[in-house]
């Protein structure tokens, strides 16, 4: 099983998003995103400090913290039981493609990015290990629409993700790194054959004779 999820994780660690409108804009093209995804933009560095959970150019702390979701997973703090901080607090997401992944959320319980602005806006439970980062913004309607256009800029449009071609099976080196499976497997094709044999002989009219018949 170890061996699977380093797997898993190389071929994920190959899977990165490519040039957004947001880096085309960044690089100084004017026309590469909208004012409203500018002004998306001035809040989410602003006004929300969105960025402060939300950084780098993955867009992500890799921090973990509890934004306020009312349900009864503790995340984190089944690892760490005794960090009030930790409590309900799950894996800060990176924002790069987000808007092709929803729903959002660990438990998927946000259908789009509008739902996810209003959340942070106002719509989360309050509690002792609630984020200091989360807290009322006070966000006109116009104001989250910008967060939304902001957050689009950051999907880029890549080429599908091919399918990886696998090493080619070959038998000798797993005869040689698990002898006792391969002798294991060769007794049993044996038997098979031998079966094989006793029926094809019986199906002819000659049954098979043990060896104290012949």
Known sequence: MKNIA??????ERTVVSGI?????????????????????????????????CHSGWNFTDDSFDDIGLPDDDIGRGK??????????AFKTPALRNAVERAPYMHEGSLRNLHSVV???NDGFTKRESLS???????LSDREQGDLVAFLKTLSSNDAPVAMPRL???DTRR???????????????????????????????GSPAQSKNEE
Request: aromatic residues 8%; proline residues 5%.
């Open 6 to 11: 380093k797997a898993i994780a190389t071929f």
């Open 20 to 52: 957004a409108p947001l880096d085309k804009w960044v690089g100084g093209d004017e026309e590469a995103i909208t004012t409203a995804a500018k002004r998306g933009f001035d809040l989410f560095n602003g006004k929300t400090n969105y960025v402060a």
């Open 79 to 88: 690892q760490v039981p005794n960090v009030k901080v930790m409590q309900h």
């Open 118 to 120: 209003r959340h942070y």
């Open 132 to 138: 200091d980062q989360i807290y009322p913004l006070g």
């Open 167 to 169: 090493p080619a099976y």
């Open 174 to 204: 797993l005869q040689a790194a698990c002898p006792v499976s391969a002798r294991l497997r060769g007794l049993q094709m044996a038997k098979h054959l031998r079966r094989t044999a006793a029926t094809r002989c019986s199906l002819n």
